[in-house]
Every structure is written in structure tokens, then in C-alpha cells.
């Protein structure tokens, strides 16, 4: 059966956790709707939207570029998608980002895709890129600017350089188990990380691994939970100290917005990023297949 911890006070979480990083190279940038507004014409910042572009052709921030997200979910799902560097440098040249561009991102699923492209971006090696605390139906029913003009974008350049020390293998992981280098946070549902809805070829979880589900994060309009309430709840998902922490969940997204949390708090963080698609249907890797009390949120 799985530990459950007790609740303890938010002040002692605070005192035991690692400090959050600064807005250095590798920090994740979370973005107020009033910093973005103020930096609205800038010519060093580059937004994109991750909605489909219907919605985005209805209304976006203005000078937002849109980004397929579904695409790139798809593509990165394909074998050695991830270091493919051409595939990569053809991708983000039409974006008009230079490693140093300071990037935006947002979408209206809860920062589900626009996290992805927070994680894809920075491990491509792009230095500042950040997302967008709230949904853009939030943006749009605050009457901050909105247009439906779609930006001149003159393509460039882009020497792709992988920040493989944000990604973690199949390989990484099973050796990260064996030496117990670094908690494993799997950011599935419930029915997945049980056994119980299974989208591979074997249903469970990677054993000692510690769940929390990305929806737990952010709130229904795209804004993070504040800093006590996002330690409390990875101290009683079972994540404590100051490791380094691995997540995945079944493809790359649900696990980016864990990451992206992870990273704001200090902890150093890698990607599992095929996650269970990849652990799921491996015939080496150990699987836990188990009932789960209930656990104070």
C-alpha cells in the first residue's frame, strides 16, 4: 500500500522547502497579465498562443503568433522526435525566436499546451521563456487588448542546442530508481497511476513513485495555486527535501505543467517526457499495480 502523510502546518512546509529560483537562465517565468500588458509592441518579446486557430483567428493578444500545439504533441510522440535537431531548427524558425527572445506562452486549457511548449522551448535551448498566469478567456473578460490581426513574422534562424539535462530517458529513470537519485512525480489521474485506465500496453505506475495530478496545480481560469498551497501539496503527495525530481505522465504534456511548478519552487527538474507511453509498453521496466487510501488533500 502507499505511505500517506500527514497534514502539516503551511509555515513548516515553507521552512523545509527549497527557495525558488531566480529569474535566471533555466528559471520558469510565470507572467502577469499586467507585465505582459505593459510589455505589449516589444520587439524583443515573442508571444504565442497554443489555442486551435479558430479561436485564435476570433481574437488573440495582439502580436501573438499561434503554434499548432496538437502538432507538436504529435510530433514529439514519434520515435527520436526529440532529438531530431533539424526537424527542430525547421519547426521554430518561422516563430521569430532568437535563444535570448524573451517568450510568452498561453492557451485556454488550463496551461495544459501552452506548458508543453514551455518545456519544448527552453529544452530547444531558448533562454526566457515564460507562461501566462490565466487562460485568455480570463484575459479577454478583464478587457485588456485583444486583436484579430495576425502579426508579419520574419523567420530566423535558430541553431537548436538540446538541454538534455531537462529531459530524462527510459535509461535515466530505471537508474534513477536503482540508486535513488530522484523522486518520480507522476502527474496522471487517479485511474492511471492505479491500473485501473490503462493507454499502454501495461496499466500502473513506476514503483516509489509519488502521484499528483497536473489538474491540482491551476485553477480553472489558468492561474497557478499560490507558492504554500503548491508545497503543501507535493509535501503530502510524498515529494520532501531538495532533490531532483522526474516527471512524466502518458506523453509529455500533463507532466510539463508539473515541471514548470517544480521549477518556480527551486527543485532541479527533468522530463520524463514519453513518460508512460514509453514505460508502459517496455518489457523491462517494473510496474505497480495497487489500491490507494484515500489521501488528505
Request: aromatic share 6%; net charge negative.
Given at each position: 500500500?502507499?505511505?500517506?502523510?500527514?497534514?502539516?502546518?503551511?509555515?513548516?512546509?515553507?521552512s523545509l522547502a527549497p527557495r525558488?529560483?531566480?529569474?535566471?537562465?533555466?528559471?520558469?517565468?510565470?507572467?502577469?497579465?499586467?507585465?505582459?500588458?505593459?510589455?505589449?509592441?516589444?520587439?524583443?518579446?515573442?508571444?504565442?498562443?497554443?489555442?486551435?486557430?479558430?479561436?485564435?483567428?476570433?481574437?488573440?493578444?495582439?502580436?501573438?503568433?499561434?503554434?499548432?500545439?496538437?502538432?507538436?504533441?504529435?510530433?514529439?510522440?514519434?520515435?527520436?522526435?526529440?532529438?531530431?535537431?533539424?526537424?527542430?531548427?525547421?519547426?521554430?524558425?518561422?516563430?521569430?525566436?532568437?535563444?535570448?527572445?524573451?517568450?510568452v506562452v498561453y492557451d485556454a486549457?488550463?496551461?495544459?499546451?501552452?506548458?508543453?511548449?514551455?518545456?519544448?522551448?527552453?529544452?530547444?535551448?531558448?533562454?526566457?521563456?515564460?507562461?501566462?498566469?490565466?487562460?485568455?478567456?480570463?484575459?479577454?473578460?478583464?478587457?485588456?487588448?485583444?486583436?484579430?490581426?495576425?502579426?508579419?513574422?520574419?523567420?530566423?534562424?535558430?541553431?537548436?542546442?538540446?538541454?538534455?539535462?531537462?529531459?530524462?530517458?527510459?535509461?535515466?529513470?530505471?537508474?534513477?530508481?536503482?540508486?535513488?537519485?530522484?523522486?518520480?512525480?507522476?502527474?496522471?489521474?487517479?485511474?492511471?497511476?492505479?491500473?485501473?485506465?490503462?493507454?499502454?500496453?501495461?496499466?500502473?505506475?513506476?514503483?516509489?513513485?509519488?502521484?499528483?495530478?497536473?489538474?491540482?496545480?491551476?485553477?480553472?481560469?489558468?492561474?497557478?495555486?499560490?507558492?504554500?498551497?503548491?508545497?503543501?501539496?507535493?509535501?503530502?503527495?510524498?515529494?520532501?527535501?531538495?532533490?531532483?525530481?522526474?516527471?512524466?505522465?502518458?506523453?509529455?504534456?500533463?507532466?510539463?505543467?508539473?515541471?514548470?511548478?517544480?521549477?518556480?519552487?527551486?527543485?532541479?527538474?527533468?522530463?520524463?517526457?514519453?513518460?508512460?507511453?514509453?514505460?508502459?509498453?517496455?518489457?523491462?521496466?517494473?510496474?505497480?499495480?495497487?489500491?490507494?487510501?484515500?489521501?488528505?488533500?
Open positions: 500500500m502507499m505511505k500517506t502523510w500527514p497534514a502539516l502546518p503551511l509555515a513548516l512546509l515553507a525558488p529560483c531566480d529569474a535566471g537562465e533555466g528559471a520558469a517565468r510565470l507572467v502577469s497579465f499586467e507585465a505582459l500588458q505593459q510589455e505589449l509592441g516589444d520587439p524583443g518579446l515573442r508571444i504565442l498562443d497554443a489555442r486551435p486557430k479558430a479561436d485564435y483567428d476570433k481574437g488573440h493578444i495582439p502580436g501573438a503568433v499561434r503554434v499548432d500545439a496538437k502538432a507538436v504533441e504529435a510530433t514529439t510522440a514519434r520515435p527520436d522526435a526529440l532529438t531530431d535537431v533539424a526537424a527542430w531548427e525547421a519547426w521554430i524558425a518561422p516563430l521569430g525566436i532568437r535563444p535570448k527572445t524573451r517568450v486549457n488550463r496551461q495544459l499546451d501552452a506548458a508543453r511548449l514551455w518545456w519544448l522551448l527552453t529544452y530547444l535551448g531558448v533562454e526566457q521563456v515564460g507562461l501566462l498566469d490565466g487562460n485568455f478567456p480570463l484575459w479577454s473578460a478583464e478587457g485588456r487588448p485583444v486583436s484579430a490581426d495576425a502579426p508579419e513574422v520574419a523567420p530566423e534562424p535558430f541553431r537548436v542546442a538540446l538541454r538534455t539535462d531537462r529531459h530524462a530517458t527510459r535509461g535515466e529513470v530505471l537508474a534513477a530508481l536503482a540508486a535513488r537519485s530522484a523522486a518520480i512525480l507522476d502527474a496522471r489521474s487517479d485511474g492511471e497511476y492505479l491500473g485501473s485506465d490503462r493507454r499502454s500496453q501495461r496499466g500502473g505506475h513506476v514503483p516509489t513513485s509519488c502521484h499528483l495530478e497536473w489538474n491540482n496545480l491551476v485553477d480553472e481560469e489558468g492561474r497557478f495555486l499560490d507558492e504554500a498551497t503548491l508545497r503543501a501539496k507535493l509535501v503530502r503527495a510524498g515529494v520532501r527535501g531538495d532533490g531532483p525530481v522526474i516527471t512524466h505522465c502518458q506523453g509529455g504534456g500533463r507532466a510539463s505543467v508539473n515541471a514548470f511548478v517544480l521549477e518556480r519552487l527551486g527543485f532541479r527538474t527533468r522530463n520524463y517526457y514519453l513518460g508512460w507511453s514509453d514505460w508502459g509498453n517496455a518489457e523491462e521496466t517494473p510496474v505497480q499495480v495497487e489500491e490507494r487510501p484515500d489521501r488528505p488533500e
